[in-house]
């Protein structure tokens, strides 16, 4: 589904490009003209498809915490029914010995199972997360590589248009040069 997605916004940017190639240059400089509502859909389909990584991870924060939560409040409750089952048992003596021993036991498994399930929460949101980071990752150095070609292939355009307009300014400067000459004359 990501690829289907960074497929697409490889297709909108080559779309950019495309309109940029085809753009009329403006005469005397290195500007073009492009029709902006064309650029500003593009752009917009663009944002678009973006933000869901951006929402996934909020989800992944979201359910990170969820867990966390319900870990707690089963920890709670199993403690709090390990301290109500430990009340229940004093007794007799020997009764209420073995009472305070299970009662530790069932706090300390409680507390056990907390750790764990907290550790497992943790671990599964940190591994989300990871995969949410690496994908959006991706889809940067991507779109970065492809504004940096673009980049290149402008700055070359633009080294030739300049190089092409030098060559006929020199042949405007001769062809004055020629036309004082021959006044002089």
Do not use: C
Request: proline content about 1%; charged content about 35%; hydrophobic content about 40%.
């Amino acid at each position: 589904m990501a690829v289907d997605r960074q497929v697409e916004i490889e297709d909108l940017l080559s779309s950019i490009d495309e309109i940029l190639e085809q753009a009329k240059a403006v005469p005397f400089s290195d500007k073009v003209m492009v029709e902006r509502a064309e650029i500003l859909e593009i752009t917009k389909e663009i944002r678009l498809r973006l933000p869901t990584e951006i929402e996934q991870s909020k989800w992944v924060l979201e359910e990170k915490n969820r867990i966390l939560a319900d870990a707690q409040k089963e920890a709670d409750a199993k403690i709090a029914a390990a301290e109500e089952e430990r009340s229940n048992m004093v007794n007799e003596h020997e009764v209420t010995k073995r009472a305070y021993a299970q009662a530790e036991e069932i706090v300390e498994a409680s507390k056990k199972v907390a750790r764990d399930m907290k550790i497992g929460a943790k671990e599964y949101a940190d591994d989300l997360l990871q995969q949410v980071d690496e994908q959006m990752k991706r889809m940067s150095d991507f779109t970065v590589g492809s504004i940096e070609n673009i980049l290149k292939e402008y700055q070359g355009n633009i080294q030739n248009f300049n190089g092409a307009m030098d060559q006929k300014r020199q042949i405007l400067q001769q062809n004055r040069k020629e036309l004082n000459v021959n006044r002089s004359n």
